[in-house]
């Protein structure tokens, strides 16, 4: 008798963590995926916090209402404003920033650190000041945010971007960068060629791995077909 597929719930803004939909198809064989983003961008400029929270209340709804089995809340911009409703979640999830923090102050502590985050991201020290660490470095990537946003990943344009913004550090003696966003991890080619040796947070695999722990209890993946759903 067929097991019944679970569902992964995935909700994020801005699709700047999309590129987890590569690993969680690619790890789980047989279930199903919706992936729910909210265009903080477009949607939200000059619209209050309020607005923003009830969206996202909405937009989980939807997703628990789908049957979902697991929510990744994949973006940090959600949990730094929208925390009160995830907390009200019945449904086991997994957050971002938890894991992230959580997986370097296990495998990196003390160590030399770089953070690869926009802006607003740093500016809100929302992982900064829990990581435990020897020396951190901010590293401003709002250039690298436009770049993977118009697909010019592996160009002239990507590298050119990529060396202004790791250049500075290239010499700080790092062991490890942590992207705040998933997406940046399509730029592992650009960041390798100016930072060679030093590690980047695999974050994608570090979600799945939970996922896996959580709703297979670490079983191997049963072999099946997989869909995802892309709603916005």
Same mark, same amino acid.
């Given at each position: 008798?067929?097991?019944?597929k ?30 729910y983003?909210?265009n903080?961008?477009e949607k ?10 009830s ?24 949990? +730094?404003?929208? *925390?009160? /409703?995830?907390?009200?979640? !019945?449904?086991?999830?997994?957050? #971002?920033?938890?894991?992230t &923090? @959580? =997986? ?37 990537s ?11 990943v ?6 050119? +971007?990529?060396? *202004?913004? /790791?250049?500075?550090?290239? !010499?700080?003696?790092?062991?490890? #960068?942590?992207?705040?966003? &998933? @997406? =940046? ?8 060629e ?8 695999p974050?994608d ?25 892309i709603?916005?």
């Amino acid at each position: 008798m067929e097991k019944e597929k679970k569902v992964i719930g995935v909700i994020d803004a801005d699709n700047n963590n999309i590129y987890v939909l590569n690993t969680l198809y690619n790890t789980f064989k047989n279930c199903e995926i919706l992936y729910y983003n909210t265009n903080t961008v477009e949607k939200y400029e000059g619209l209050d916090e309020e607005t923003f929270v009830s969206d996202v209340k909405n937009s989980i709804d939807f997703l628990i209402n789908n049957k979902v089995d697991i929510l990744v809340v994949a973006s940090d911009t959600i949990i +730094e404003y929208c *925390m009160p /409703v995830i907390e009200e979640i !019945k449904i086991p999830y997994i957050l #971002i920033t938890e894991e992230t &923090i @959580n =997986y370097i102050n296990e495998k990196y502590e003390y160590k030399n650190l770089g953070f690869l985050a926009c802006t607003s991201v740093i500016e809100a020290n929302m992982y900064q000041k829990n990581f435990r660490y020897n020396h951190l470095y901010n590293m401003t990537s709002d250039s690298l945010t436009e770049t993977l946003k118009n697909y010019k990943v592996k160009t002239s344009e990507s590298f050119q +971007e990529t060396k *202004m913004v /790791v250049g500075p550090v290239s !010499k700080k003696g790092l062991d490890i #960068i942590i992207p705040s966003s &998933i @997406n =940046y991890l399509m730029l592992k080619i650009e960041i390798f060629e100016f930072l060679k040796e030093v590690d980047l947070l695999p974050i994608d695999e570090v979600i799945a791995e939970k996922v896996n722990t959580m709703l297979y209890n670490n079983l191997p993946p049963i072999k099946g077909k997989t869909n995802v759903t892309i709603i916005e």
